[in-house]
């Protein structure tokens, strides 16, 4: 017997419990994209593609076969990994943040201060 098979049969023999067998349609999601660390911005793109592609099947599909469900969650898992460690952006405080948001949306200090009911001391 070969070593993987060795291993592989030492892993059914220890996985042996109440668990269900893979379903045919995660099988098959797996063989189109495989459940590993994503490494390039072509694998990002793709992984985000198919995350839409799924969120709306289950969205409009009445019975979604939970094993997708499960495919879903550890597929964006892996995207969530990749952005963490690409897209690493410096800690911004609060005031930075609110300023931030403030020029986004068009907003004074004085706008803001009508909002919340008295001046903030905000950006000089």
Same mark, same amino acid.
């Given at each position: ?9 030492? $892993?059914?023999? @220890?996985?042996?419990? !109440? ?12 063989? &189109? ?12 793109? $793709? ?6 592609? +799924? +969120?709306?099947? +289950?969205?409009?599909?009445? !019975?979604?076969? @939970? ?7 550890? &597929?964006? !898992?892996? +995207? ?26 068009? &907003? ?6 009508? @909002? ?9």
């Amino acid at each position: 017997m070969s070593k993987i098979k060795k291993l592989i049969q030492s $892993i059914k023999e @220890e996985t042996k419990t !109440n668990r269900t067998k893979a379903s045919s349609t995660y099988l098959e999601l797996v063989k &189109l994209f495989p459940l590993q660390s994503i490494r390039t911005k072509k694998d990002h793109r $793709i992984a985000l593609s198919i995350v839409e592609k +799924i +969120i709306t099947f +289950i969205a409009t599909d009445k !019975n979604p076969d @939970e094993e997708i469900k499960i495919y879903l969650k550890t &597929l964006s !898992n892996l +995207i969530s990994k990749y952005e963490e460690l690409k897209f690493k952006s410096d800690a911004v405080n609060g005031k930075e943040m609110l300023a931030y948001l403030m020029k986004l949306q068009g &907003l004074t200090q004085t706008d803001l201060a009508k @909002e919340v009911g008295s001046p903030l001391p905000l950006c000089s």
